[in-house]
């Protein structure tokens, strides 16, 4: 999780490989359903949306990387990921709406804090094995 811009796709498209792991990036899966609702209700649906694919990749037996912003508490509770990566690595993104709805999490599991996705995917393969 993280704002927009702050390195989450270049992040998974690199930890994906690594993982051997099915992605759920959050255009994409937004893009599928022709659904672009940023409203606190429509980010409410990308997560329930988000969740579902993922549980449907878990249930079949593999990994999955979600890259979505997921900028509420509220929100993280509708995505209960296994591990959670937040990408510390901007101030601001480059949307007023999210930024001012963004809630610094208090509970994950690893925290990214420059952009260097390789050497993060990396540190973060190692700390999963």
Same mark, same amino acid.
């Given at each position: 999780?993280?704002?927009? =811009?702050? =390195?989450?796709? @270049?992040?998974?498209?690199? #930890?994906?490989? #690594?993982?051997? +792991?099915?992605?759920?990036?959050?255009? !994409?899966?937004?893009?599928? +359903? %022709?659904?672009?609702?940023?409203?606190? !209700?429509?980010?409410?649906?990308?997560?329930?949306?988000?969740?579902?694919?993922?549980?449907? *990749?878990?249930?079949? =037996?593999? %990994?999955?990387?979600?890259?979505?912003?997921?900028?509420? /508490?509220?929100?993280?509770?509708?995505? /209960?990921?296994?591990?959670?990566?937040?990408?510390? @690595?901007?101030?601001? =993104?480059? *949307?007023?709406? @999210? %930024?001012?709805?963004?809630?610094? /999490? !208090?509970?994950?599991?690893?925290?990214?804090?420059?952009?260097?996705?390789?050497?993060? +995917?990396?540190?973060?393969?190692? !700390? #999963?094995?």
């Amino acid at each position: 999780m993280g704002l927009p =811009g702050s =390195g989450k796709t @270049t992040l998974a498209s690199n #930890l994906v490989p #690594l993982l051997n +792991a099915k992605w759920l990036n959050a255009d !994409e899966v937004r893009k599928a +359903a %022709n659904d672009w609702d940023f409203s606190p !209700e429509g980010r409410t649906k990308q997560a329930n949306r988000m969740w579902s694919k993922a549980l449907e *990749f878990k249930i079949q =037996g593999f %990994n999955v990387v979600a890259d979505f912003v997921c900028p509420t /508490p509220a929100a993280r509770e509708l995505f /209960p990921a296994d591990y959670t990566i937040w990408m510390d @690595t901007i101030k601001k =993104g480059r *949307f007023d709406d @999210t %930024n001012k709805m963004f809630v610094k /999490p !208090e509970k994950f599991d690893f925290k990214v804090t420059s952009m260097d996705a390789k050497v993060w +995917a990396e540190k973060i393969y190692q !700390e #999963l094995n």
